[in-house]
């Protein structure tokens, strides 16, 4: 095969990254301290056939552009300058570097000890220098047309008031259905199966687990595991290949515009918080190469790294280049792949500058005035492990956050620990002491029973214990207390009495979940009573373990789920984006919540001090000031009882007016209407005000 050796052009320093059009392809790629900057061609065997010197710097930019090259070439950079980590600088021209920009690329790095830019197990660690190439065993980055042919189906546009959220592995929620072509895949996500049963459940996002491209770290390998979550980005706009039937990023695109078709959103999960070089011990793949001391947060020894994230490394948030590079890929995300969100892994560590977290920080700043990115869904993991990382609340408008507070204190109430009434109130009427200030509403606490790190539900009510040896390291991984609860026997067993106490609060904790204030999030396969046999962290386990399984036939809990986020999408009254704060309504007097005692009374303070008490009934209606177009509906009577069987007393109503029992989890039938003041042990029940 001849290949043509292409001549170069000045080209231009805007837009980053390889750009395709009619004549050739343009290169652009920021670095302030390279002295030499060099652009590899390969043809697609892999093998480097020409290599090019980019003559052209604008400020840091450099960059040049090729007539006649087109979509398909694939490339990489080698870049030349200092090599000298003790003042933070890591050049080394034998190491093959991914373009930050590439929007594919050809595979994932094969570890060889060419991919360090030092000699491993040499006696000066990271201060040596290792002149063997690492070409044959990375990625190539590729010119990409990323043109797609959209159907006319506009995007969902779900409100957050009218959201539910469903968090999904790409691969693990497909690959145990043999009836899916391409299971793990792309397209095996959005195939028709899998949009039936989200349908069905009347989830309206789906919220992905990293999918921009990431590395399989050397030590799950060499214990013959993999890193299935994708926590360790390399590739802030490629799709990963490994979900990829073939090599088109349509495939991608293609998933996008069916959930978009049936009505479901896109929302990805992404880590710009570091990236997968890790600590001065992990390979050079492309920042560390690019431009070290540019990319990366340096510690005052610039040889080290400030490390917020527990993964080695944390991107630098105060240079613009690295706002910029996030800035693009997260538009691009938005306005060529289409997506509708982002849920932003350990944001923490995205606020941070100098002087600690700075929720008006330059990240912040840049999306709040950003026209495309500040009317998407944004969500916040609202920590990391840095100095004051727990930032619960402190985020601004838009974001919403993972309220873990709601996690824990729902799982403490229905496992029957003393004293947690009063945080139940807190939590499902809008957790309004983190989040009601400057404006932000009550959809601005995500609300999640379960996630992807840490038990399932079904075996949150299974296991007391933690059980992650499969993950190799004797159980010390994942976490400790996760106020779960197995019931009386840990694990699987075949007690009915058991088992039935297992599926009530399992439909205890869900009603909770859809009865609350905010916008409620489910993990794949809660609704199908998943298990992973206990293991609270499969962060390594592509496999059984952390597949989901699907059923047989259809789990009695999938209805029940199907039931409950009927009844809250029924209810706006469960749907508001105004605090409830007990306040006077003008349209009739009454206040928008008032919190009862079983006997029909209000509560006192010294009731809700009483570590006793076991049973929380609310009486909600639509906050004061919603406006007279919201849609309406008259008062609901929300009962949690933890505790014995019990008749309440409600609030006398006018006459020809009643309390009707619209949901009960004691009945199999959750949604059967039934007589009575009567509220079973261990359920929830809610009465709607009637005429």
């Given at each position: ?11 231009r320093?805007s ?16 670095s ?12 697609e065997?892999g093998?480097?056939?020409?290599v ?18 087109k979509?398909g ?9 200092p ?9 080394n021209?034998?190491?093959l ?6 929007k594919r ?11 360090f ?5 040499h006696?000066?660690k990271?201060l040596?220098?290792?002149?063997a ?12 047309d990323?043109?797609?042919a959209w ?10 008031e009218n ?9 693990g929620l497909t ?9 793990g ?8 199966p ?26 799950l390998l ?7 979550w994708?926590?360790m ?17 349509a ?11 049936a009505g479901?959103?896109?929302i ?23 431009d ?9 020894d ?10 080695g490394?944390?991107l ?5 280049f690295v ?5 693009d890929?997260l538009?691009?995300w938005?306005?060529v ?8 892994d ?8 100098r ?8 990240f ?9 990115l ?5 969500i ?14 402190a985020?601004?408008a838009p ?6 507070k709601y ?7 229905w ?12 939590r ?12 932000r ?12 790190d840490?038990?399932?539900l ?6 007391w214990?933690?059980?992650n ?9 994942g976490?400790?207390n ?8 840990e ?7 058991i ?5 009530r ?11 609350s ?5 489910i ?11 206990g293991?609270?962290n ?8 952390g ?6 036939e ?12 009927a009844?809250?999408?029924m ?5 508001q ?11 009739d ?15 006192r ?5 009483n570590?006793d008490?076991r049973?929380l ?5 639509m ?22 069987e019990?008749?309440i007393?409600?609030p006398?109503?006018p ?8 949901f ?26 009637e005429?």
């Open positions: 095969m001849t290949l043509a050796n292409f001549a170069i052009r000045p080209g320093p837009p980053l990254g390889a750009t395709v059009d009619e004549g050739g392809v343009n290169f652009a790629v920021f302030r301290h390279a002295t030499k900057v060099m652009l590899c061609l390969f043809d065997d093998h480097e056939h020409q090019i010197r980019l003559p052209e710097r604008e400020g840091h930019v450099w960059h040049g552009y090729f007539p006649g090259m979509a070439q694939q490339y990489g950079f080698r870049m030349d300058g090599y000298k980590p003790e003042e933070g600088h890591r050049f021209p034998y190491k570097l991914i373009d930050p920009y590439a690329l050809t595979g994932h790095p094969e570890w060889n000890d060419a991919l830019s030092y000699k491993p197990r006696k000066d990271d040596s220098f290792n002149n190439d690492s070409a044959p065993y990375m990625p190539r980055s590729v010119v990409v990323p043109t797609f159907s006319d189906t506009d995007r969902p546009r779900h409100t957050l959201s539910v959220i469903y968090e999904a592995h790409v691969k690959a145990g259905r043999a009836d899916i072509p391409n299971a895949s792309y397209l095996a996500m959005a195939s028709d899998i949009l039936e049963h989200l349908n069905n459940l009347g989830v309206t996002a789906v919220e992905l687990l990293p999918v921009q491209a990431f590395l399989n770290e050397k030590f060499d214990r013959g595991l993999t890193n299935y994708g926590y980005t390399y590739g802030f706009f490629a799709p990963d290949p490994r979900y990829m039937q073939g090599s088109d990023i495939e991608f695109q293609q998933m996008v515009q069916r959930f978009h078709s479901i959103e896109v990805l999960d992404v880590v710009y918080n570091h990236t997968a070089e890790g600590s001065e011990m992990g390979p050079t793949l492309m920042f560390r190469g690019l070290n001391a540019s990319y990366y947060r340096l510690a005052d610039p040889r080290y790294y400030i490390d917020d994230s527990g993964c490394n944390t630098d948030f105060e240079n613009p706002i910029r590079l996030v800035m890929s538009r691009y938005v306005e792949m289409h997506v509708d969100g982002f849920r932003f350990l944001c923490s560590s995205l606020g941070r500058t002087y600690g977290f700075e929720r008006d920080g330059p912040f700043r840049a999306i709040g005035q950003d026209p495309v500040n009317s998407v869904k944004l916040a993991e609202p920590w990391d492990i840095g100095p004051g990382g727990y930032q619960l609340g985020y601004p974001f919403a956050e993972w309220n873990d996690r824990d204190q729902t799982r403490q109430f496992r029957g620990d003393r004293g947690k009434v009063a945080d139940m109130a807190a499902i009427s809008g957790s309004a002491q983190f989040f009601d200030h400057e404006g509403s009550a959809t601005s606490s995500l609300n999640f029973l379960t996630a992807h840490g038990f399932t079904h075996d949150t009510v299974s296991y214990n933690k059980q040896l499969a993950n190799g390291e004797g159980n010390r991984d976490h400790s996760n106020y779960s609860d197995n019931m009386g026997v694990g699987p067993t075949d007690n009915p009495a088992i039935a106490a297992r599926i609060r399992k439909r205890n904790m869900m009603a909770t979940l859809m009865l204030q905010g916008t409620p999030m993990l794949a396969g809660d609704e199908l009573s998943n298990s992973q046999g293991n609270n499969a962060y390594c386990q592509d496999n059984e373990i597949w989901v399984t699907w059923p047989d259809e789990d009695p809990f999938f209805t029940f789920c199907q039931q409950a986020i009844f809250r999408k209810h706006p009254l469960l749907r984006k105004r605090f409830l704060h007990s306040r006077q309504r003008l349209l007097g009454e206040p928008d919540l008032f919190w009862r005692q079983v006997n029909g009374e209000p509560m303070q010294e009731d809700w001090d570590p008490l049973t009934i609310a009486e909600m209606r906050a004061s000031g919603t406006p007279e177009y919201v849609q309406r509906e008259g008062a609901l009577l929300v009962v949690l009882n933890r505790g014995a019990l008749e007393t409600p006398a109503l006459a020809g007016e009643q309390w009707v029992r619209r009960d989890t004691s009945q199999e039938d959750a949604i059967a209407v039934t007589q009575g003041m009567q509220v079973a042990a261990n359920a929830v029940v809610v009465f709607s005000h005429k």
